[in-house]
Nanobody, 116 residues
């Protein structure tokens, strides 16, 4: 089992920045990918970014060039640096971890609101 604790959401103006953090504990040796999904009101949950153990990162087209997903394996933590935020980035952001058994683990979610 993997437990995830997120932090860093909040209210930011368009064009601003936020950094989300997610710390993992438990059977962390089994983790393969760490990243983030988001769910906006009335929409399905979608992948934002995910990084493998080898450091390869996959980004949603809508966030490429603006968001950076990074892992600190020594701290078992993943960060999502979000720059040039837009109102359409408003959503609940969920930390996601996939283990080598193919099991997904989810954080409780943190709300990001981009509004003037």
């Amino acid at each position: 089992q993997v437990q995830l604790v997120e932090s860093g959401g909040g209210l930011v103006q368009p064009g601003g920045s936020l950094r989300l953090s997610c710390s993992a504990s438990g059977t962390i040796f089994s983790i393969t990918t760490m990243g983030w999904y988001r769910q906006a009101p009335g929409k399905e949950r979608e992948l934002v970014a995910s990084t493998t153990n080898s450091g390869s990162t996959n980004y949603a087209d809508s966030v490429k060039g603006r968001f950076t997903n990074s892992r600190d394996n020594a701290k078992n933590t993943v960060y999502l640096q979000m720059n040039s935020l837009k109102p359409e980035d408003t959503a609940v952001y969920y930390c996601n971890v996939l283990d080598w058994y193919g099991v997904d683990y989810w954080g409780k979610g943190t709300l990001v609101t981009v509004s003037s």
